[in-house]
């Protein structure tokens, strides 16, 4: 992730070396605004014919390919059922409601209120810090990260088909090209390309794990929530680090995720685990929510699974109800239920409170950031967040059996924190 904090060129500078060569006839990719000036000049005075070393554009996709054979490896005849609902769905033509008995837009305000009851879409601040961090931006400086990319995503523990457990690892510079290249090849998701143009989603990616990425965050960690968002986690994490003798910065940093997609990619229906609320702020391209209340949950059939060790993390609490095209005999009670929906746009955040149902699908190639965040009305299980984050599997069972006896003495602390300040020096 080289030059990660490098500042694009303006708008302005590009302008002004295009109008050094009126003869210029091309366009200028978006991603030449992280290349250096005089690469940017060279390619404008050569009519688009020379570009940076390493930027020549890719007929084919290393991930897509990847993909394939991995489909094949394992005898993968089918897409996962929640994509083959979507391209059905987009053939009929319909809108992107759901079957449900009602639907309404979610409401807009220009800020969160202290306690999230109710979803909200919320505009970015004019000068948010997360603007640059476009696909792109990821393109260029993740070549040197690595992450698995699931078919069905979150992960659930009791997921046994084998398009439901389909994963392919990848850089996030080999995500996007095959992102680009299936928004180019199949932008309309049709389900006789589902297994040409399988659908892997980037979900989870933690890109401020890195050494570039910790300087990145904490440069602008403060600003990345959207305006009113009330999180007291960060205050909890560095009582937490400070017990375990870690680096606030290294743990915290895990908290904060990156979902890339191509079209059609479905992060499935489901609750966020422990009881935590979550902002997702679009970075670049739409992404389709659809949302349902804690009310609705016995209309959704519910299914519950414990812990998956994934770093890309999991769903504890899961719908497999086909939202588009229930089932009529085990899922019709969907057929009564009340729904949420936001096509989120970049610079909008989306404000999902604890409990809430949520389905999302990317309709273009798109990134979100999202961070799940806690307040005092949710904090009970806060310290298991906290302790799936830090007790691996295989820990030793002593370590294993003194970091629980910590933990549950900060989840005393935590239950006895009563100063709602989100904005504490931490």
Same mark, same amino acid.
């Given at each position: 992730m080289a030059e990660l904090l490098a500042a694009p060129l303006e708008k302005s500078e590009i302008e002004e070396l295009k109008a050094l060569f009126p003869d210029f006839q091309?366009?200028?990719?978006?991603?030449?605004?992280?290349?250096?000036?005089?690469?940017?000049?060279?390619?404008?005075?050569?009519?688009?014919?020379?570009?940076p070393k390493g930027e020549a554009p890719k007929a084919a996709s290393a991930f897509l390919s990847r993909a394939r054979q991995a489909l094949a490896e394992r005898k993968i005849g089918e897409a996962s059922q929640e994509y083959l609902s979507w391209c059905r769905h987009l053939r009929a033509g319909s809108s992107y409601q759901p079957a449900v008995a009602s639907c309404k837009p979610v409401a807009s305000a220009p800020s969160c209120p202290a306690v999230p009851r109710n979803p909200l879409v919320v505009p970015c601040p004019k000068a948010w810090c997360g603007q640059p961090w476009t696909?792109?931006?990821?393109?260029?400086?993740?070549?040197?990260?690595?992450?698995?990319?699931?078919?069905?995503?979150?992960?659930?523990?009791?997921?046994?088909?084998?398009?439901?457990?389909?994963?392919?690892?990848?850089?996030?510079?080999?995500?996007?090209?095959?992102?680009?290249?299936?928004?180019?090849?199949?932008?309309?998701?049709s389900e006789e390309n589902a297994l040409a143009y399988p659908r892997?989603?980037?979900? @989870?990616?933690?890109?401020?794990?890195?050494? =570039? #990425?910790? +300087? /990145?965050?904490?440069?602008?960690?403060?600003?990345? $929530?959207?305006?009113?968002?009330?999180?007291?986690?960060?205050?909890?994490?560095?009582?937490?680090?400070?017990?375990f003798n870690l680096e606030f910065l290294d743990f915290f940093a895990r908290f904060f995720?990156?979902?890339?997609?191509?079209?059609?990619?479905?992060?499935?229906?489901?609750?966020?685990?422990?009881? @935590?609320?979550?902002?997702?702020?679009?970075? =670049? #391209?739409? +992404? /389709?929510?659809?949302?349902?209340?804690?009310?609705? $949950?016995?209309?959704?059939?519910?299914?519950?699974?414990?812990?998956?060790?994934?770093?890309e993390g999991y769903a504890a609490a899961v719908s497999p109800v086909d939202i588009f095209f229930p089932n009529p005999k085990?899922?019709?009670?969907?057929?009564?239920?009340?729904?949420?929906?936001?096509?989120?746009?970049?610079?909008?955040?989306?404000?999902?409170?604890?409990?809430?149902?949520?389905?999302?699908?990317?309709?273009?190639?798109?990134?979100?950031l999202h961070h799940a965040f806690w307040g005092l009305q949710t904090r009970g299980s806060f310290s298991e967040e906290l302790r799936e984050a830090f007790i691996a599997s295989k820990m030793p069972a002593d370590l294993r059996e003194m970091a629980d006896r910590n933990i549950s003495e900060l989840h005393g602390r935590i239950m006895d924190d009563d100063d709602d300040d989100s904005d504490l020096d931490v």
């Amino acid at each position: 992730m080289a030059e990660l904090l490098a500042a694009p060129l303006e708008k302005s500078e590009i302008e002004e070396l295009k109008a050094l060569f009126p003869d210029f006839q091309g366009e200028v990719p978006e991603e030449a605004a992280y290349w250096k000036k005089s690469d940017l000049e060279l390619f404008i005075a050569s009519n688009g014919q020379l570009r940076p070393k390493g930027e020549a554009p890719k007929a084919a996709s290393a991930f897509l390919s990847r993909a394939r054979q991995a489909l094949a490896e394992r005898k993968i005849g089918e897409a996962s059922q929640e994509y083959l609902s979507w391209c059905r769905h987009l053939r009929a033509g319909s809108s992107y409601q759901p079957a449900v008995a009602s639907c309404k837009p979610v409401a807009s305000a220009p800020s969160c209120p202290a306690v999230p009851r109710n979803p909200l879409v919320v505009p970015c601040p004019k000068a948010w810090c997360g603007q640059p961090w476009t696909l792109d931006f990821w393109r260029l400086h993740g070549s040197q990260m690595w992450w698995t990319c699931r078919s069905k995503s979150p992960a659930f523990e009791r997921d046994r088909k084998g398009q439901d457990t389909a994963d392919v690892e990848g850089s996030p510079s080999e995500y996007v090209d095959y992102a680009r290249l299936l928004q180019q090849m199949d932008p309309q998701c049709s389900e006789e390309n589902a297994l040409a143009y399988p659908r892997l989603m980037m979900d @989870g990616w933690c890109p401020f794990i890195s050494t =570039e #990425g910790l +300087r /990145l965050l904490e440069r602008h960690w403060k600003e990345l $929530a959207p305006p009113g968002v009330r999180d007291l986690s960060a205050k909890w994490i560095r009582m937490f680090t400070k017990i375990f003798n870690l680096e606030f910065l290294d743990f915290f940093a895990r908290f904060f995720k990156v979902s890339l997609g191509a079209p059609g990619c479905i992060s499935r229906l489901h609750v966020t685990n422990n009881g @935590g609320h979550t902002w997702y702020t679009q970075l =670049e #391209g739409r +992404r /389709l929510f659809v949302l349902f209340s804690p009310a609705e $949950a016995a209309k959704l059939a519910q299914e519950e699974g414990g812990a998956v060790d994934h770093v890309e993390g999991y769903a504890a609490a899961v719908s497999p109800v086909d939202i588009f095209f229930p089932n009529p005999k085990r899922h019709a009670a969907l057929a009564t239920a009340n729904a949420q929906t936001t096509v989120l746009e970049p610079g909008q955040s989306l404000i999902v409170p604890a409990g809430w149902w949520h389905y999302a699908v990317h309709l273009e190639a798109s990134a979100t950031l999202h961070h799940a965040f806690w307040g005092l009305q949710t904090r009970g299980s806060f310290s298991e967040e906290l302790r799936e984050a830090f007790i691996a599997s295989k820990m030793p069972a002593d370590l294993r059996e003194m970091a629980d006896r910590n933990i549950s003495e900060l989840h005393g602390r935590i239950m006895d924190d009563d100063d709602d300040d989100s904005d504490l020096d931490v």
